[in-house]
């Protein structure tokens, strides 16, 4: 392990990946990767997680390509030092810049669930961003992490960009190298074994973690688009997606009207039989499985509840009454298992959300401005969608990470680039003039102290005074 | 320590600290609070540090007054949540915002030698975002800390603002503690302990270490004014200061060019006996001032030397032809100490400097540009000044921080807004033309997916195609 790190650590020493050239050409070679190799991709998902292909198209191989797009078309600014301007006292004397700098070599460790772009899309943001980096995909998802280490050295220099399999001895070994950036997706166990190893070399981690996404349904909700909404966010993928809509927070009203919707939408989903389908995904192995199925109290079960372990597959499945208590609300379901919390009105489902980590997602469904902006002011988590669900994951121009629990850091667009980059102070002057400044040589005086204080300070904005 | 940091939580959970109006009055209150108490804090600091009176109204109290002013400016913006542009496909259907949300409980841990600009202008960023926090003010500078701990509560609520004093004991009782976000200047080795502490809750940090900042003057430089500048940073504070340089590389001929201006210029500023002018500071303690005292080679000082243990008074010393393996180099010096080491020229400066750790900040002295780019595109470091030192710090429009061991995390400014807050992506839709995103609900086709990609892709633009 030490010798990738070296090895890349020289490759990085040459500066070539400083150039906007040498970037480009990266991003540009994963987007020939994807384009050339989606059938070997789409097969390598089917057999990790029977991932249909228009989940695998959709919501991986386009989120890469859209976060590649997105940084070619604005790599040229966001590479070049960006002016600013300082307090105008200063502005005759001095040239103030930031410039963003590649941070050197980053480790990048994917996730299983959506194992291309968990592991791609903070690639795209390293190289970007000028970097070299060693990416350990998820050996959950065997057969993508191994396709993944044939391919990409085809297209990028494995000088620059290694991919590094194998389980917890060889991720062990690698934490213990010293990197210039951690990148980690996964869950909080290990997010926090991630960051004590980075913490030995004081290197900048980010954490992508997960939790329970909580989803609170009013009453103004239009409850056929709520349903189709929910049920499309909750079992693509099986369920198993870090923002996944959780569990559900209504009163018992809604609880028993959005019953017939959603049953009229599984079906328009999945037609009468779920197995046959090839819209739906399956559990990723036996142990989550098991421990999904240990989740369902069948007594609570109002639509599905069937499994079948020889070929990982749970039905969707909705439980409604349930209770903090139950099992499915001790920890992060990540399956396709939906349950139903009852609660009086929206301030106990706020309660109830507050009391709880803060979570990675939080959606809440209803017709009323007023209830957008009590749940934007008076909760927190990593994002907040509105009557609708997951999507934000797909736009550039917002971040995507994690609060508490759920994370530190964030990337996408342009936060990505400040992620992966250093932003450097820069300070230009000349020689002239330095009679200016002779406040600031001893010997002191109070005079140049007055005038020192004009010279440096900021001043209050007229609305403030 | 639990019971202080549950008191803040509780009080952070009554949503008071989001208000413009507390942000704003907690900013003045802290105004008002060095406003009112100036003799005390200059006598406090000539007590722990024989601080000039110039250096502590203008490094310390005006730095912190500016940075509330440049909070007060931009509350407004960062209060409201902003407006971003999604893919033009999504414009019609949803909205898109990045909400600033405070972290909760801060601790900020402050350091000695710039002891209330180090603990308050943290502070002040941590109050404009909206949080609570608890700030441990450097045993080492005890009577400011005890300043800091007396009149805070006469200003600020303590159920919001904390101050708690102590020593390695109380410190690590704090980190045991689990707080939203932990701010620490001070060096690598407690930094890593304190990211050690922070990982066991996943807990975001910034940590603000130091190193030692080179200067590179080239042959091009005025000699007289980069002398002036130079002997400035260093001796302010008696050299205790993070963004001090700490050495200098030059050629031969430099060296001895330079050496009449340094005479020069300390005569200027300190007359014949620094130890009589009260423009120049004292060491913190003894056991700083027998680690700085060790690092001085006699048979190459060429100025200074001189030193008084009583009084923990060093004199602006000089040392030429020192070589990577005097014992001034093995650390950061942190203390009036000079030390000049000859190299051939600019490219061997360069390769020195970057086979070091990353500086907290880097000094170029030169009248020619291509000088600036050079060592601007080859080098890295927190901080890069060219014909200056130290000004970075008091311009607000750049960020402050280090790299690689120079630390992680920055602030001043903006970046002290995006530092102490959580960036919560906002996605608002609504139930209307739930129909235009058909294509994503199962049953999946190829149909489907064509539409998918259609409304989801970012398109190249006409310069990258």
């Not at chain 1, 990085?12 to 384009?35: C, G």
């Not at chain 1, 194998?166 to 290990?190: C, M, S």
Request: aromatic residues 10%.
């Amino acid at each position: 392990m030490e010798v990738i790190v070296n090895t890349l650590r020289k490759s990085f020493a040459t500066n070539l990946t400083k150039s906007y050239e040498w970037r480009s050409a990266q991003l540009l070679a994963i987007e020939k990767l994807l384009d050339e190799n989606q059938t070997e991709l789409l097969d390598a998902l089917k057999q990790d997680l029977n991932k249909p292909n228009q989940e695998s198209i959709v919501l991986e191989i386009s989120l890469i390509k859209n976060g590649i797009v997105h940084c070619l078309k604005n790599l040229k600014t966001w590479v070049q030092p960006q002016k600013v301007n300082p307090i105008f006292q200063a502005r005759a004397v001095y040239s103030t810049y930031i410039q963003y700098q590649p941070l050197g070599v980053c480790l990048i460790i994917g996730a299983w669930n959506y194992p291309l772009m968990l592991t791609l899309v903070p690639l795209v943001g390293a190289l970007a961003s000028g970097n070299c980096a060693v990416v350990k995909p998820s050996e959950l998802s065997p057969n993508t992490a191994k396709v993944l280490e044939k391919l990409l050295p085809k297209y990028i220099d494995s000088d620059f960009v290694r991919v590094v399999n194998g389980g917890v001895p060889e991720t062990t070994k690698l934490l213990e190298q010293k990197f210039d950036h951690i990148f980690y997706t996964g869950n909080g166990t290990v997010g926090r074994i991630v960051m004590q190893a980075a913490a030995k070399h004081m290197t900048p981690v980010v954490l992508e973690c997960g939790g329970k996404s909580p989803v609170y349904i009013d009453e103004t909700a239009d409850l056929l688009v709520t349903a189709k909404r929910l049920a499309w966010g909750k079992f693509a993928n099986a369920g198993q997606t870090c923002i996944a809509p959780d569990y559900i927070l209504c009163t018992k009203e809604t609880q028993e009207k959005i019953l017939p919707f959603l049953k009229q939408v599984f079906e328009e989903f999945y037609g009468d039989s779920v197995k046959k389908s090839d819209s739906y995904a399956r559990i990723v192995n036996e142990r989550h499985f098991d421990r999904i199925l240990n989740l369902i109290d069948q007594s609570k079960v109002v639509v599905g509840g069937e499994s079948d372990k020889s070929q990982k597959f749970i039905a969707p499945t909705v439980m409604f009454n349930v209770t903090p208590e139950d099992k499915v609300m001790s920890e992060e379901i990540f399956g396709p298992v939906l349950p139903f919390i009852t609660v009086n009105n929206r301030q106990e489902a706020i309660d109830f959300i507050n009391s709880r980590d803060k979570p990675l997602a939080l959606y809440v469904f209803a017709n009323d401005d007023k209830i957008y902006e009590d749940f934007q002011n008076n909760t927190t988590s990593g994002s907040f969608g509105y009557n609708d669900v997951l999507v934000q994951v797909g736009f550039e121009c917002v971040p995507f990470g994690g609060v508490g629990e759920s994370g530190i850091g964030n990337y996408h667009g342009k936060f990505s680039i400040d992620t992966f980059s250093h932003q450097r102070a820069v300070l230009k002057t000349s020689f002239f003039g330095d009679s200016l400044s002779y406040f600031r040589y001893p010997p002191y005086s109070e005079s140049k102290t007055n005038k020192a204080i004009w010279a440096s300070s900021e001043f209050k904005s007229c609305n403030i005074l | 320590m639990e019971d202080i940091v549950n008191t803040l939580r509780k009080s952070f959970n009554t949503d008071t600290t989001k208000s413009y109006e507390w942000r704003k009055t907690q900013l003045l209150a802290i105004e008002k609070l060095l406003d009112e108490n100036k003799e005390q804090f200059v006598e406090a600091l000539k007590l722990d540090l024989n601080k000039p009176n110039y250096e502590t109204i203008v490094y310390e109290i005006g730095t912190v007054k500016s940075s509330i002013n440049f909070c007060l400016n931009h509350l407004k913006t960062y209060i409201e949540p902003q407006k971003v542009k999604p893919i033009i496909q999504a414009r019609a259907v949803y909205s898109t915002y990045v909400q600033y949300q405070p972290f909760g409980v801060c601790l900020i841990i402050g350091a000695w030698n710039y002891p209330i600009y180090l603990t308050l202008t943290p502070l002040i960023g941590a109050i404009s975002s909206g949080n609570c926090a608890i700030l441990k003010p450097s045993e080492m500078a005890p009577k400011i800390a005890e300043l800091l701990e007396n009149l805070f509560p006469k200003y600020l609520d303590t159920n919001f603002i904390r101050v708690v004093n102590g020593g390695v004991t109380e410190t690590t009782q704090l980190l045991e503690q689990k707080f939203d976000h932990i701010f620490y200047t001070g060096n690598g080795t407690v930094g890593r302990i304190v990211m050690q502490a922070a990982a066991k809750h996943m807990t975001p940090v910034v940590l603000e270490c130091g190193g030692k900042s080179p200067v590179y003057i080239d042959e091009t430089a005025d000699l007289l004014v980069t002398a002036r500048r130079i002997l400035w940073a260093k001796f302010t504070n008696s050299g205790q200061t993070c963004v001090a340089p700490d050495y200098v590389l030059c050629t031969k001929e430099t060296q001895e060019n330079i050496i009449p201006f340094l005479k020069q210029i300390l005569q200027e500023f300190y007359g014949g006996s620094p130890k009589d002018s009260n423009s120049f500071a004292r060491i913190i303690n003894e056991r700083h001032f027998d680690r700085i005292i060790k690092l001085i080679d006699e048979t190459k000082v060429v100025v200074g030397g001189i030193s008084d243990r009583n009084e923990k008074y060093i004199a602006p010393t000089i040392m030429f032809n020192v070589t990577v393996d005097d014992k001034v180099m093995n650390e950061e010096i942190f203390g009036p100490v000079l030390p000049f080491i000859t190299i051939t020229d600019r490219n061997e400066a360069i390769k020195f400097i970057n086979s070091r750790d990353k500086p907290l900040a880097l000094y170029v002295f030169s009248n020619k540009e291509e000088v600036y780019n050079d060592f601007k595109n080859r080098t890295s470091s927190g901080s890069f000044c060219y014909n200056d030192l130290m000004v970075q710090l008091a311009l607000e429009c750049l960020p402050f921080g280090g790299v690689g061991e120079s630390g992680l995390g920055r602030y001043h400014g903006i970046y002290s807004f995006e530092t102490f807050s959580h960036q919560r992506a906002i996605l608002k839709g609504g139930f209307f033309a739930d129909s235009l995103s058909s294509f994503r609900y199962p049953p999946y086709s190829d149909s489907n997916i064509s539409r998918g990609l259609l409304a989801t892709s970012e398109f190249k633009s006409c310069s990258i195609l």
